[in-house]
């Protein structure tokens, strides 16, 4: 087979490239935060609502800032406390109509790992390699025309922004035709939901327990696996203190869904087996310096 091209590759994705551009450059909105965006309705497309950005491709610009809009509103849930987290089932009446089906804020709480993972993903995998002139031309290129080109390399180039708090680093490399994998999947297939780019760290829960009510390794396996499945990856029970009583354990779960399923929207979820209570909360590294 012959090697593929970038310029292959830009083809392939010109829908995207044009929202993208029509983002940070006829609306002239903020380049990192517009990455996001394009990120979430990639990710968007990925899961479950297909021809989504072909279908804002055809809208005027003054449409698809309101649109973008309404993804940064969702996109900022997942920044929020829990305790701030809007209850109400609003939030993106255009993005539902365009949709044909409810997307709500309270989507972006009940799926808050998931789609951090999912952007994040989409981020590294994708936007990095088909918005790279773009990106280029905004921030760095000494080009000063309004044309898009495509050299066969470009210096390394940091966007303003990341990284990000949630979503991390984000930085164009260098093009270098060996290095990139323009077989890699990924860059072409959209329909899959990006959980390969999560971490154990994403994928794991800390458990705790009540004092004076031991649990066993056992009990928590049986717990979880009866209610979502085959869903353990490795359970870790804490050390035991006074009594040789575990209060905690961290719990690494197959895929990050799983996750955001346990704790359904809220920051704490609570079991209850043989009498006992269970915490379950997303880890955090902190936790254990």
């Known amino acids: 087979m012959s090697p593929i091209s970038v310029e292959e590759l830009y083809i392939f994705h010109r829908i995207d490239r044009e929202v993208f551009f029509r983002l940070v450059i006829r609306l002239a909105r903020n380049p990192a935060q517009s990455l996001l965006v394009m990120a979430f309705w990639l990710w968007i497309e990925s899961i479950k609502y297909p021809k989504f950005i072909t279908k804002l491709v055809g809208l005027s610009d003054p449409?698809?800032?309101?649109?973008?809009?309404?993804?940064?509103?969702?996109?900022?849930?997942?920044?929020?406390?829990y305790d701030d987290t809007p209850e109400?089932?609003?939030?993106?009446?255009?993005?539902?109509?365009?949709?044909?089906?409810?997307?709500?804020?309270?989507?972006?709480r009940q799926k808050r790992f998931t789609i951090i993972v999912g952007i994040r993903c989409v981020l590294n995998k994708i936007c990095a390699r088909i918005f790279t002139d773009i990106l280029q031309y905004l921030l760095g290129s000494a080009n000063t025309s309004t044309s898009i080109s495509y050299p066969?390399?470009?210096?390394?180039?940091?966007?303003?922004?990341?990284?990000?708090p949630l979503f991390g680093t984000f930085t164009i490399p260098p093009i270098n035709?060996?290095?990139l994998d323009l077989f890699d999947p990924r860059i072409w297939i959209t329909m899959h939901g990006y959980d390969d780019g999560?971490?154990?760290?994403?994928?794991t829960m800390f458990l705790t327990f009540s004092r004076g009510f031991p649990v066993t390794k056992e009990e928590v396996w049986h717990l979880f696996t009866r209610i979502y499945g085959d869903c353990i990856k490795f359970l870790n029970m804490g050390n035991g203190n006074i009594n040789d009583q575990v209060l905690?354990?961290?719990?690494v779960l197959n895929n990050v869904e799983i996750v955001d399923r346990i704790l359904n929207g809220m920051h704490v979820a609570k079991f209850r087996l043989n009498g006992k209570h269970i915490w379950a909360r997303k880890y955090e590294r902190r936790d254990y310096i």
């Open 198 to 203: 999560a971490t154990d760290d994403d994928k």
């Open 88 to 108: 109400s089932g609003g939030g993106l009446p255009l993005t539902t109509i365009l949709m044909q089906e409810e997307i709500s804020l309270q989507f972006f």
């Open 152 to 164: 066969s390399h470009y210096r390394p180039l940091v966007v303003p922004g990341f990284p990000h």
């Open 177 to 179: 035709f060996e290095e």
């Open 63 to 81: 449409l698809i800032n309101t649109f973008a809009n309404e993804a940064v509103t969702g996109l900022r849930c997942l920044e929020m406390e």
């Open 248 to 251: 905690f354990a961290t719990m």
